[in-house]
């Protein structure tokens, strides 16, 4: 009698149908397409909005810009790329001033883009940020 292979069709196959679903958790933490933080923050200058939109003491998150902008307690503005820095996640939930990753639950400061909550250990990338015409202008060059 031949020798038997010590894996059978069924554990391949189960192997098989595992694999992808293994991947489905690479591709949850992964930037848009596939790309870095670089990518996914302006390039150029970005027009945000009325600048009146931000509260003194507050925040606004702009999801399909990935930057959040703050305003601290004496008026002035800070911007900050919304790309986790633990592990490429766009970050979509704004609580407060508290920014939460969807992908492991790093929290940062929305104010000051510090980290409040591991496992993140880097602080959220600062953005140039000015206002114009009354006009929130975030990115390269403003």
Same mark, same amino acid.
């Given at each position: 009698? =031949?020798?038997?292979?010590?894996?059978?069709?069924?554990?391949? &196959?189960?192997? @098989?149908? /595992?694999?992808? /679903? @293994?991947?489905?958790?690479?591709?949850?933490?992964?930037?848009?397409?596939?790309?870095?933080?670089?990518?996914?923050?302006?390039?150029?200058?970005?027009? &945000?909005? @009325?600048?009146? !939109?931000?509260?003194?003491?507050?925040?606004?998150?702009?999801?399909?810009?990935?930057?959040?902008?703050?305003?601290?307690?004496?008026?002035?503005?800070?911007?900050?790329?919304? $790309?986790?820095?633990?592990?490429?996640? =766009? $970050?979509?939930?704004?609580?407060?001033?508290?920014?939460?990753?969807?992908?492991?639950?790093?929290?940062?400061?929305? &104010?000051?883009?510090?980290? /409040?909550?591991?496992?993140?250990? !880097?602080?959220? %990338? !600062?953005?140039?940020?000015? %206002? @114009?015409?009354?006009? $929130? $202008? /975030?990115?390269?060059?403003?």
């Amino acid at each position: 009698m =031949p020798a038997r292979s010590s894996a059978s069709r069924r554990t391949v &196959l189960r192997g @098989a149908a /595992v694999a992808p /679903v @293994a991947g489905l958790g690479l591709a949850a933490c992964s930037a848009p397409d596939g790309g870095g933080a670089a990518d996914a923050t302006p390039t150029a200058p970005v027009d &945000l909005g @009325a600048e009146n !939109e931000v509260a003194q003491g507050g925040a606004k998150l702009y999801r399909d810009r990935n930057v959040v902008v703050g305003r601290d307690a004496s008026g002035a503005l800070k911007a900050y790329s919304t $790309i986790c820095t633990h592990a490429g996640c =766009p $970050i979509n939930n704004l609580r407060g001033t508290t920014l939460v990753c969807p992908c492991h639950g790093s929290q940062f400061d929305a &104010l000051t883009g510090k980290v /409040v909550q591991a496992p993140a250990t !880097e602080p959220l %990338t !600062e953005l140039p940020v000015k %206002t @114009a015409n009354g006009r $929130i $202008i /975030v990115g390269p060059g403003a």
